[in-house]
């Protein structure tokens, strides 16, 4: 999916513990787009344990930055690709401090078959009031994959006091949401 983007800059917020599979297949599309990944994890260990499991996995050298997501990604700029894991206590901050391509971005949160359906996950509020949600899908692979379209910030904003012509259902027990026009 990182590849069909033509990411730039993937960043991907790593929890220990967690597989692998997700980053290996993050830095081969990262090889075809030639762009940048980036793995935060939280501490030094985890630094050790993800760059150990990528190098024998895959055989892939990868950038590693250590520290907390929420402050390493107010140091990135122009994310077109950001993965996070919904185990994650801070996985919402993650969400809000990304600053965004742009061209727009997609976010992906795994393990969010809990947050999804029972919670009813909305990618509103993890964003600031500029960015728009496109399109966003749950796809029940592993634990779960919540995947959303972020529009850019120019040309996407409404009008102040104009209505939209959009309304949107939330399915609180199926997880979906249906829009539907006035």
């Known amino acids: ?7 730039k800059l993937v960043v ?9 599979t997700t980053s290996i297949g993050l ?7 030639g ?7 939280p501490d030094e260990g985890s630094r050790l344990e993800y760059t150990k499991a990528i190098l024998e996995a895959a055989g892939i050298t990868p950038e590693v930055v250590v520290g907390e997501a929420e402050e390493v990604l107010m140091g990135l700029e122009s994310v077109d690709f950001l993965v996070v894991d ?7 901050r993650v969400l809000r401090f990304a600053k965004l ?17 029972t919670c009813g996950f ?3 509020g993890f964003l600031d009031g500029g960015r728009r949600v496109i399109r966003s899908t749950f796809l029940p692979v592993g634990k779960g994959l919540e995947i959303a379209y972020v529009a850019s910030c120019s040309g996407m904003l409404k009008a102040p006091g104009c209505r939209s012509r ?14 539907f026009r006035r």
């Open 122 to 124: 909305r990618w509103s």
């Open 166 to 179: 959009w309304v949107r259902h939330f399915d609180h027990r199926s997880g979906e949401e249906h829009l």
């Open 12 to 20: 991907e917020a790593w929890s220990p513990g967690g597989p692998i």
């Open 35 to 41: 762009g940048h990944h980036v793995c935060v994890v």
């Open 101 to 117: 391509s742009h061209r727009g971005a997609v976010l992906v949160c795994k393990n969010a078959g809990q947050r999804s359906t």
């Open 86 to 92: 919904c185990r994650r206590k801070d996985f919402s």
């Open 1 to 7: 999916m990182a590849g069909g983007w033509n990411s």
């Open 27 to 33: 830095a081969v599309a990262i090889n075809h787009t």
